[in-house]
């Protein structure tokens, strides 16, 4: 007979896991599903899948040199096999032909402080990106900056591919501010969504962001191809 249990709803609540909007139940199950997409494909073929992708792209970003990894963008991912050819593992190929191999697993571990500090600087800064949208959406000009095609509110996203990055407008803010040990959060989620514990210094990253972001509408597509973080 099993034990009974004890302790209330709040106590025994499961902590959650993300990758990009994707919850899911525990650790393994997110782990699970990535090995679940690695095995669909042979080594060396191509994620055709966009669901697929848009994981594998979500899940790029989660790791801790995702900058660097993602370069100038991703154009598409390869199954590869592993350093010690034991397992497989992903490969993202970038716009300018660039094959960087990473570890899902490095993905997948706790986030760091400076992830965790970038995180919280793109909720700070989410209200921005909305007014964006929101303007560009009543002046009926739903429209790619990149292409000319006509965008619908499904297939839209906001990019700073006309300007900066997000990564590097982010970057000088934190060096000016004495580096990312310097910036304190609030309690967050696993997603990240926590916020400056210091309100006069959000605001001023609320200030940088508006005078350095270039911010611009794309496709679904357009956007996949350039660098998120």
Not at 19 to 47: D, F, N, T
Request: aromatic share 6%; proline share 6%.
């Amino acid at each position: 007979m099993s034990a009974p249990v004890t302790g209330t709803a709040k106590e025994l609540k499961v902590p959650e896991v993300w990758i990009g909007p994707r919850r899911y139940a525990s650790k393994k199950a997110r782990q699970e599903a990535v090995q679940a997409i690695l095995a669909r494909y042979g080594l060396g073929q191509i994620v055709d899948q966009q669901e697929d992708h848009l994981l594998l792209r979500d899940l790029l970003d989660m790791h801790p040199d995702a900058a660097e990894k993602v370069g100038p963008g991703v154009d598409h991912f390869r199954v590869i096999a592993t350093p010690r050819g034991h397992h497989k593992g992903p490969e993202a190929v970038l716009v300018d032909g660039t094959k960087v191999a990473f570890s899902y697993m490095k993905c997948l571990d706790a986030p760091t402080h400076r992830q965790r500090v970038l995180a919280a600087m793109r909720t700070e800064i989410q209200p921005q990106v909305n007014t964006h949208y929101e303007s560009r959406k009543a002046a009926h000009t739903l429209v790619s900056d990149e292409s000319g095609q006509d965008l619908t509110p499904d297939d839209v996203h906001v990019s700073y591919f006309q300007g900066p990055r997000f990564h590097d407008i982010a970057l000088e803010f934190v060096e000016a501010t004495g580096g990312f040990s310097a910036v304190d959060l609030t309690a967050e989620t696993p997603r990240g969504l926590a916020l400056f514990t210091d309100r006069a210094l959000a605001e001023r990253w609320h200030g940088h962001h508006q005078e350095r972001a270039v911010l611009g509408l794309l496709s679904a597509k357009e956007n996949l191809r350039r660098p998120r973080v």
